[in-house]
């Protein structure tokens, strides 16, 4: 028996998985979007970071998004 939620494994390696915030960024057109203290795991044992599908679909819904965003124009 296996709990998902509580006890997820790295895709990649199958190492363990730790609760952690990134800044996630996000070019769209001219902008970079930055979401601060976005909710995401990093695995243990080879770094790779994980972001849960429904934190992804609330950043993709910028407008309303639960996040700090700043929004910087891209120059050059
Ligand atoms: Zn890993």
């Known amino acids: 028996m296996t709990t998902k939620a509580n006890n997820q494994r790295c895709a990649v390696c199958g190492g363990e998985l730790q609760a ?25 044992a080879c770094g790779e970071i994980w972001i849960d599908e429904e934190v992804l679909q609330q950043i993709d819904n910028s407008e309303s998004t639960p996040y700090a965003y700043n929004s910087c124009k891209i120059s050059g």
Do not use: F, M
């Not at 930055?34 to 995401?40: G, R, Y």
């Open 20 to 44: 952690t915030t990134i800044t996630h960024e996000e070019k769209r057109d001219s902008h970079i979007y930055l979401s601060q203290n976005v909710p995401a795991k990093v695995c243990t």
